[in-house]
């Protein structure tokens, strides 16, 4: 045994000495290591907060501005400013829609693409910085709100007002807790049923970039829309506008000699009294002066014979029919069409279809018309009904059916637009005018609101105040909603939270303990 004990270890041959291990040179090198894994971090962090894509999983977008309001934070009014717009949102974070609040102000910021620097302030954590703002813009404390400051200038931002009363600038505007929450009462109590935070976000940052409204007026002598209360169309026309910064006011033509000159545009809807020849020649001079605009709103397809006349001197007829489809014996009166694609203001919307709920009368229009164009008048539809409808001229009187001698074929229109002027040559933009008829006025009734319709009219009473940005289309409100649960299935609800599943939970725990304790 020792022989071949000797014999393996001569035949392995001597043993060379273990090297001493270099302690600092493994140290060295793992610190180096540490070093470079550390940057590779950072710098991979770095890169990825300067480059990322933000994704919106919600089912309905919720977090996502809608495209009305993207236009117009990529617009010249909101990026060719030398200085940013400055939001501080005051918010506690118990409050109601915080955190859709605080996502949304975000967005705004990161869409804004510098254009607004957001400021969030909680006003329980930080009393000191809430005091400095409330005294700089002297404001007494409103419990939750979004202060939205875009003055260009070192003008203060209260302003002494007649009487020694103190005013905000006309580029700070407030949006209050209650301005973004919709409100609804039931048994007496006053809840919150929805929320619309980027209507009043996107109108307040209008109104404090421009610093004050564009007017409109109705002329209230000339035809009325229902104003029945919440939900009538004349209350729904004023919310439209005010939330594009538009205010409308009632004026009356009788008397008149010239509409005021700051107009931004004038409205007539559902004309029901007609001009007389001096009135007609207020609205002529009016509609020749440089960026006039004109709403027409006709309603039953009424439209008085001087009106009527007017309108069709600029290539649109509104006609006294009712648009309606029969199918398997039963009578359509709910107009349902596509919106026209190639049309600058609705390029967002061109090609949607919609439906127009009430009653839809059909207009007209002469495009292209040689006599029209030699005088710079450009008619064009902008919702064109579906082939399947006719303008039924004897409608109410039973046994409706398209007769070719009488009713109107297809194709018909309910909304049209006319553009006087040359609008594509720079030389003579300033000149043209504007005007858009619409052939139903029931679509501004609640029960008839559609999103699209009143997208399209946002972007259409944008576009005739030359806000081209604000087109496309709008916020979507979120609503409430409560799910109708028995008092059985409250029970069951209550039982398997309560015990079932700490049950479960007991179950698995003494599972594992047993399998681990084997």
Not at 267 to 274: G, N, R, S, T
Request: glycine share 8%.
């Amino acid at each position: 045994m020792e022989a071949m004990m000797d014999g393996l270890s001569e035949s392995d041959g001597p043993r060379s000495a273990a090297k001493p291990l270099n302690r600092w040179g493994v140290g060295t090198l793992s610190l180096l290591q540490v070093a470079f894994l550390t940057l590779v971090v950072i710098a991979a962090n770095y890169i990825i907060s300067q480059n990322y894509q933000r994704f919106d999983l919600s089912r309905r977008m919720d977090f996502t501005l809608s495209s009305s309001s993207k236009n117009y934070l990529a617009s010249d009014a909101l990026r060719g400013r030398a200085k940013p717009v400055k939001w501080i949102l005051i918010y506690r974070r118990t409050a109601p829609f915080y955190d859709r609040v605080r996502a949304l102000a975000d967005e705004y910021r990161r869409c804004s693409k510098g254009g607004i620097e957001l400021e969030v302030v909680d006003p329980l954590r930080s009393p000191d910085r809430l005091q400095e703002i409330l005294a700089a813009y002297g404001i007494s404390f409103v419990r939750d709100m979004l202060v939205i400051d875009a003055r260009a200038d070192d003008k203060p931002a209260v302003i002494e007002g007649e009487g020694q009363f103190r005013n905000l600038n006309p580029n700070v505007k407030l949006v209050t807790a209650d301005d973004i929450a919709v409100f609804a009462t039931k048994d007496g109590k006053r809840m919150i049923a929805g929320f619309q935070g980027e209507d009043a976000m996107t109108a307040r940052l209008v109104e404090a970039l421009e610093g004050k409204p564009k007017r409109m007026a109705i002329l209230a002598d000339k035809g009325r829309l229902d104003d029945g209360g919440e939900s009538s169309p004349r209350r729904a026309l004023e919310d439209v506008l005010r939330f594009q910064n538009i205010s409308l006011e009632d004026v009356r033509l009788a008397g008149l000699q010239e509409l005021p000159e700051d107009l931004s545009g004038v409205v007539i809807a559902a004309p029901k009294y007609d001009f007389t020849d001096s009135e007609l020649a207020v609205l002529e001079r009016y509609w020749n002066k440089p960026r006039a605009a004109i709403l027409v709103l006709v309603e039953n397809g009424v439209a008085p014979p001087k009106l009527r006349a007017f309108l069709r001197g600029h290539g649109i007829t509104a006609r006294q029919d009712r648009l309606v489809s029969k199918a398997e014996n039963r009578l359509n009166t709910v107009m349902s069409g596509t919106l026209t694609q190639g049309v600058p203001f609705l390029k967002e919307l061109g090609g949607q279809t919609t439906e127009f709920g009430g009653a839809s009368s059909s207009l007209e229009v002469r495009e292209g018309a040689d006599d029209l164009l030699k005088r710079g008048i450009q008619p064009m539809g902008l919702i064109l009904a579906s082939p399947e409808f006719w303008g039924e001229t004897r409608f109410g009187k039973g046994d409706e059916a398209y007769d070719a001698a009488e009713d109107h074929a297809a194709p018909l229109f309910v909304a049209a637009s006319v553009t006087r002027g040359s609008e594509s040559d720079d030389r003579f933009a300033d000149g043209s005018g504007r005007m858009a008829v619409i052939s139903n006025t029931d679509f501004l009734q609640q029960r008839y609101h559609r999103a699209e319709n009143m997208d399209f009219f946002a972007s259409t009473v944008n576009w005739l105040v030359g806000r081209e940005a604000l087109s496309g289309l709008g916020p979507r409100s979120l609503d409430t909603y409560k799910l109708p649960i028995l008092d059985a299935q409250v029970t069951f609800i209550n039982r398997v939270n309560l015990f079932f599943l700490p049950a479960f939970f007991l179950i698995v725990g003494a599972f594992v303990w047993s399998v681990r304790r084997v």
